[in-house]
């Protein structure tokens, strides 16, 4: 199975502030990878898909990026309902993986 | 607009088997793959399988053969899957989730394994 770990575990930051989150497959998977968002007690959702294209109804603050093993999701001005968990999954080959998410907090 | 709506809670002894729903509205449900997760607080999202509601066709996570069946009625747009065999480790929130890039997902069901 392709492991897909995710850093930091916890991040912390500001309104305003750029943040990016990371993820590491352990091969390469092709750009097969998605974002999603999870709130509190809701379903994830999904924010990019193969990378670095943004679902529609998606603020565009959001994007992604990368190739190989080695991807990231950046957003450009965090706001408060960013806050959430995000996590990963790369769906280039069977099983399917999730990362174990970062949980991204207002400083 | 897509829907996915997933059957109640439940609350099932150890040994025992449960099945679970997840009605498709605003799109053509033959048309889309429909994937299974598990959620738990230790193992994190967990992808199970997925089944082709067109033609019935399944492929499964090695480590859930044997513990999830998936299956689909295309009269009522529903998917189902049971989960046979319960233990303590099969508690978890269980969602379905359309397409193999997840794109909607139903609100997750929670399923307690306890005697």
């Known amino acids: 199975d392709i492991q897909m770990t995710q850093s930091p575990s916890v991040l912390s930051a500001s309104v305003g502030d750029r943040v990016t989150l990371n993820c590491k497959a352990s091969q390469n998977i092709n750009k097969y990878l998605n974002w999603y968002q999870q709130k509190l007690g809701e379903a994830p959702k999904l924010l990019i898909y193969n990378t670095n294209n943004l679902q529609t109804g998606i603020p565009s603050r959001f994007s992604g990026s990368g190739s190989g093993t080695d991807y990231t999701l950046t957003i450009s001005s965090l706001q408060p309902e960013d806050v959430a968990t995000y996590f990963c999954f790369q769906h280039n080959s069977w099983p399917n993986t999730f990362g174990a998410g970062t949980k991204l907090e207002l400083k | 607009q897509v829907q996915l709506q997933q059957s109640g809670a439940e609350l099932v002894k150890p040994g025992t088997s449960v099945k679970l729903s997840c009605k498709a509205s605003g799109y053509t449900f033959t048309s889309n793959h429909m994937n299974w997760i598990k959620q738990t607080t230790g193992q994190g999202l967990e992808w199970i399988g997925i089944?082709?509601?067109?033609?019935?066709?399944?492929s499964y996570n090695v480590k859930f053969k044997g513990k999830a069946t998936l299956t689909v009625d295309k009269s009522s747009s529903t998917a189902f899957m049971q989960l046979s065999s319960l233990t303590p480790e099969d508690s978890a929130v269980y969602y379905c989730?359309?397409?193999?890039?997840?794109?909607?997902w139903g609100q997750g069901v929670m399923v307690t394994v306890s005697s």
């Open positions: 089944i082709n509601p067109g033609s019935g066709g399944t």
């Open positions: 989730a359309r397409r193999g890039i997840l794109d909607y």
